[in-house]
């Protein structure tokens, strides 16, 4: 039966249409955190929902309601717990990998599993790969799984997301990953000149950091900036060359990835340039 299916005599027509169509459900099948996103118009009625989730998915212990925006330097939101437990640390089991985290205090989408397996497709042995704005360690951590580079540097500013990152690197036994904890400004000129690849998963304010980016790579190495756009890409890419130019440094463009849907015309793009020199 669907969750609808199993709502269908606790709410009105006109309540069941206003159900999100998903949500997510973060953690394994002895475990797992469902994320709902409940309409201001169904919220006498989400204790209700949360019972059909639970009913729906044995394994959900808990389920939260969004309660803000992605928000802060964290990129973390508040949530209401509407049902269950008040334990809400998980362990996510994505592309062959483990991920031990709490969804109220860091940063994890597992709608981004498939970007991070595309990713692993684009490093080649040997690579050195740097992963800015790491959260809790899903993209080197898959991508030391999936292909084979010589080392991984990943950059990460909130404590308690490195101190997931630490597990996460034990329970999945990764080798090749060095976590640093800060801020990307001020902590990656020792890697100048030094990746293959530099990924920028911070849609929202990657731009600021372009410069150590293009820095970090060397010749021929390729940077993976994500955004959030419109399908017109021209303003983003002429931003990056403006950026590029100003540190003296050519690039060009190699390839564009519509990532996820994010609002009405609005995607994540990831988009991906090589510098030249
Ligand atoms: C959108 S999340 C992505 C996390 C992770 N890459 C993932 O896919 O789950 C961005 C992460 O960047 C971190 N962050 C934000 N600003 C940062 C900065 N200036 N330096 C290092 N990390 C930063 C946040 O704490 C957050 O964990």
């Not at 005599?9 to 997510?24: G, H, I, Q, W």
């Not at 003296?248 to 609002?263: A, M, N, T």
């Amino acid at each position: 039966m669907t969750i609808k299916e199993l709502l269908a005599r606790k709410l009105s027509p006109e309540e069941l249409a206003l159900l999100p169509t998903s949500f997510d459900i973060m953690g394994n099948k002895e475990k797992a955190v469902a994320v709902i996103d409940i309409p201001k118009e169904l919220e006498k009625k989400e204790d209700v929902i949360a019972k059909a989730i639970m009913k729906k998915h044995r394994n959900v212990r808990s389920v939260l309601k969004k309660a803000s925006p992605i928000k802060g330097i964290y990129r973390t939101r508040d949530y209401v717990l509407v049902r269950g437990s008040k334990k809400t640390e998980v362990v996510h089991a994505e592309n062959d990998c483990r991920f031990l985290l709490d969804p109220q205090t860091v940063y994890f989408s597992p709608r981004e599993s498939t970007e991070r397996l595309r990713m692993t497709e684009k490093v080649r042995e040997g690579d050195v790969v740097m992963v800015f704005f790491a959260g809790v360690g899903p993209f080197p951590i898959v991508i030391e799984k999936k292909s084979k580079p010589s080392r991984i540097i990943a950059v990460e500013i909130n404590p308690v997301a490195v101190e997931y990152f630490w597990k996460n690197i034990k329970l999945n036994k990764s080798q090749k990953i060095e976590v640093l904890l800060g801020d990307v400004t001020g902590n990656v000129e020792q890697f100048y000149g030094q990746c293959d690849r530099v990924l920028m998963p911070l849609p929202e304010k990657s731009v600021e950091y372009l410069p150590d980016a293009i820095k970090c790579l060397k010749p021929g190495g390729v940077c993976y900036f994500y955004c959030f756009s419109g399908d017109d890409l021209d303003e983003k890419k002429e931003k990056i060359l403006y950026i590029a130019k100003s540190i003296k440094k050519k690039i060009r463009f190699i390839g564009v990835q519509r990532v996820l849907p994010y609002g009405p015309r609005v995607h994540k793009y990831r988009i991906d340039f090589e510098l030249i020199q």
